[in-house]
């Protein structure tokens, strides 16, 4: 199935699912490391693989505050990560209805 | 997975919407507090002391205030209804930090210095000498008041329009409850105030599975 268009750094299975899991917060809003790796069930090394990745294409900011046991690292979505999650979104659509369009005996 | 390998390749677009679709399920389950779910345990909590109340003063001629039993049911039940509140959104927002949580912790210091403000208000009424009826109509109005502006003003901050409305429902309610009397103006608020707050869960609710 023709996947061109989607934006190749969301799409894959668990940066998908770090992209949606923070779009569920409001704008302004950050989820800690250790929720999130919780939540998506990741191991720290591979969530922060896939951090970094959307965070070199801007997706994504991680900020890490205190120090010892109080550090915390928190992770939030981006303007332009929200807006990439939005079109990837549009863009799965329409290739979803372009593949339904194309089954024998579709309309 | 290993860690630290990028083995994300081979998704097709159904997989891809399906796990959109799941995640984003599982992330509202786990991290958005339901605004119904809080209206209808306060509706209730509401309906249920301020019924109790009312049911503990109706055969009263003249007023003499609600019982020691009916005081301590209210306020058990509105410690539930807190405790429960406490618990259900501090696990939501367990690890989630930013504006919202700002914005929570503004709106539960309004309504807490809300509170103390009734509360030594109506000592003060008490202290100038008002009459028991009076602190009747006081005390079941007065806190629809301040619960009525503060969800008014949540309209504006949270931008929606039906908790503007409900503002203004309890605004109706808490104006118009006093005139009904120390004694059924307690029933007036477990009906017109905790029943709203009932039937917008409800509402939020079918909204939501729709």
């Known amino acids: 199935m023709n996947i061109d268009g989607l934006d190749p750094v969301i799409h894959g299975p668990a940066r998908l699912r770090i992209m949606v899991t923070l779009a569920t917060l409001p704008e302004g809003d950050d989820l800690s490391f250790s929720r999130l790796q919780d939540l998506l069930s990741l191991t720290p090394g591979n969530l922060i693989t896939h951090l970094r990745k959307l965070e070199d294409a801007g997706y994504v900011t991680t900020v890490r505050t205190g120090a010892g046991v109080t550090a915390r690292t928190s992770v939030s979505l981006t303007r332009d990560g929200r807006a990439a999650l939005a079109r990837y979104t549009a863009v799965l659509r329409q290739l979803l209805d372009g593949a339904a369009s194309q089954l024998p005996g579709s309309p | 997975m290993k860690d630290g390998a990028d083995e994300e390749t081979g998704m097709d677009l159904q997989q891809a919407s399906a796990i959109m679709q799941e995640t ?11 605004r119904p779910v809080l209206l209808a345990v306060w509706g209730a909590a509401w309906m249920v002391s301020d019924g109790v109340i009312w049911l503990s003063v109706r055969g009263q ?7 020691p039993a009916a005081l301590l049911t209210l306020t058990m039940v509105i410690a539930a209804a807190a405790v429960f509140t406490v618990i259900y959104a501090g696990r939501a927002g367990s690890g989630v930090g930013g504006l919202s949580v700002l914005q929570r912790r503004i709106l539960l210091l309004s309504y807490l210095g809300g509170y103390v403000a009734l509360f030594l208000l109506e000592a003060a009424i008490d202290h100038a000498g008002a ?19 503060i969800i008014a003003a949540s309209g504006a901050v949270f931008l929606d329009w039906s908790l503007f409305g409900l503002g203004l429902w309890l605004l109706a309610v808490a104006a118009g409850s006093g005139f009904a009397g120390p004694v059924t103006v307690w029933a007036v608020s477990a009906l017109a105030g905790g029943g709203a707050l009932l039937v917008m869960a409800v509402i939020g609710l079918r909204w939501n599975r729709s």
């Not at chain 2, 984003?24 to 339901?34: E, I, Q, S, T």
């Open chain 2, 24 to 34: 984003g399920d599982r992330a509202r389950r786990a991290l958005v507090v339901r």
């Open chain 2, 61 to 67: 001629r003249p007023y003499d205030g609600p019982t």
């Open chain 2, 131 to 149: 009459s028991r009826a009076v602190l009747g109509v006081y005390g079941a109005a007065a806190p629809i008041l301040l619960v009525a502006l």
